[in-house]
């Protein structure tokens, strides 16, 4: 039986690394947030890296701009912005200020406040980046916000280790036109069958 053990925040270091890094190491991690008092969590199953100004398919390819301000700063900030007219999309911020990179992160595995996630994705899946934060209940309230620190009510924790023999490695999804060689990048980390088994 693998136990999920709550703990702190994870530490600025932990962000401050090459972003692919972070991206695969945080499959299994636990994303905590707090929405109307209550907790709600989920264990992080797939994530995407995008890498500086040169990386075409990143929204640095247009500079440091309102939008993308929030990928030049400190690591271990989340970055979130809104697509499709719909969508709020939840970002890490990864390396060294002044470097915009981050993880897209795009799925999680409810663990705790299921009921409330259930009810906001009326029974449906959290696996996509828009459905994690409709099920969370992220928008750009949440843009700068330190998730290194617990008081912002929005954090990533240790959950549980995911091992190499778990994890697809592919392209990144809904690049759209971005041309190669980004388009075909394997920056994407996916667990095997989208779950992690915890028992």
């Known amino acids: 039986m693998i136990s999920v053990v709550k703990s702190l ?3 600025r270091k ?3 690394r090459p972003t692919l890094t972070v991206a695969r190491e ?3 991690a636990r994303l905590v947030y707090i929405s109307r008092g209550k907790t709600l969590a ?3 199953t797939e994530t995407e890296g995008y890498i500086g100004e040169e990386d075409l398919a990143c929204h640095a390819k247009a500079g440091r701009t309102k939008r993308t301000d929030p990928m030049y700063g400190e690591p271990g900030h989340a970055y979130i912005y809104f697509t499709y007219g719909n969508h709020w ?3 890490v911020v990864t390396e060294r200020e002044g470097f915009p990179a981050a993880v897209l ?3 999680i595995q409810p663990v705790e406040g299921v009921e409330v996630m259930m009810k906001r994705r009326q029974g449906r899946d959290t696996f996509g980046p828009g459905k994690l934060t409709q099920a969370l209940g992220i928008t750009i309230r ?3 916000a330190d998730l290194t620190e617990s008081g912002s009510g929005l954090w990533i924790e240790a959950g549980v280790k995911v091992p190499d023999k778990s994890v697809t490695i592919s392209p990144r999804v809904g690049l759209n036109k971005t041309p190669e060689p980004w388009f075909s990048k394997p920056w994407r980390f996916v667990v095997k ?4 088994n915890l028992a």
Do not use: D, S, V
């Open 26 to 28: 945080l499959l299994g």
């Open 14 to 16: 932990f962000y401050n």
């Open 142 to 144: 949440e843009n700068y």
């Open 9 to 11: 925040p994870l530490p």
């Open 89 to 91: 999309m939840f970002n």
């Open 105 to 107: 992160i795009r799925a």
């Open 42 to 44: 989920g264990l992080i």
């Open 193 to 196: 069958n989208w779950k992690i």
